[in-house]
């Protein structure tokens, strides 16, 4: 089974920055995309920043509203991605969600969610 733990949320000032990490562990085989999704009260889940990994093509893809302001980044040795997020504002206030795409023997191709971690800009 596939576990993903994020850590790195908090209470930041508008203007600030936050990096949050997420690590997977398990019988992982291969991972091709990671990414990061947040949820605002009372909000739909929405996509923020989404990678590939440099074996397919490495590329990035980012909400229009984070664009310039947050950078994702992977560490595949340690099966960890990290999600940079400068020049914070008010409507950044969100549970980040981490997601994998990962092969399991036995299972095959399947997304995984991790638990969610709190981000608060203050205004």
């Known amino acids: 089974q596939v576990q993903l733990v994020e850590s790195g949320g908090g209470l930041v000032q508008t203007g600030g920055s936050l990096k949050l990490s997420c690590a997977a562990s398990?019988?992982?085989?291969?991972?091709?995309?990671m990414g990061w999704y947040r949820q605002a009260p009372g909000k739909q889940r929405e996509l923020v920043a989404l990678?590939?990994?440099?074996?397919?093509?490495?590329?990035?893809n980012y909400a229009d509203s984070v664009k310039g302001r947050f950078t994702i980044s992977r560490d595949n040795a340690k099966n960890t991605v990290y999600l940079q997020m400068n020049s914070l504002k008010f409507e950044d206030t969100a549970v980040y969600y981490c997601?994998?795409?990962?092969?399991?023997?036995?299972?095959?191709?399947?997304?995984?969610w991790g638990q969610g971690t709190q981000v608060t800009v203050s205004s």
């Open positions: 398990g019988s992982i085989f291969s991972t091709d995309a």
């Open positions: 990678i590939t990994s440099i074996t397919s093509g490495s590329s990035t």
């Open positions: 997601t994998t795409r990962s092969y399991t023997m036995g299972v095959g191709w399947t997304d995984y």
